[in-house]
Nanobody, 124 residues
């Protein structure tokens, strides 16, 4: 069983940066595809970024492309999301996720394991 724990959320001003981390307990990430999603109040959970096991395949939502960077530190079983030039529209609960496949997808329902989420609030 893979258990995911996010950290690093907080309150920042527009234009500032924030880094999120997601670590595993139990089984390691291994070859699992991993991703970040977010959910704002009253909205559906949306895809943010995903990485395959070695970072050779990475995808970003258009809304974050050029501002966010996803990376994996496999020896430390850690998934990272570096967020720069944050905007108020980035305010949401951010979730990390992993799936029992090496193929990354953008659909939340296809991910098997989820963290509890961490709040990111960007003030204008």
């Amino acid at each position: 069983q893979v258990q995911l724990v996010e950290s690093g959320g907080g309150l920042v001003q527009a234009g500032e940066s924030l880094g999120l981390s997601c670590t595993t307990s139990g089984r390691v990430f291994g070859l699992y595809a991993t991703a970040w999603f977010r959910q704002a109040p009253g909205k559906e959970r949306e895809f943010v970024a995903a990485s395959n096991w070695n970072g050779a395949t990475i995808e970003y939502a258009d809304s974050v492309k050029g501002r966010f960077t996803i990376s994996r530190d496999n020896p430390r079983n850690t998934l990272i999301l570096q967020m720069n030039s944050l905007e108020p529209e980035d305010t949401a609960v951010y979730y990390c996720a992993a799936r029992n496949s090496s193929v990354i997808v953008r659909t939340a329902a296809w991910y098997n394991y989820w963290g509890q989420g961490t709040q990111v609030t960007v003030s204008s």
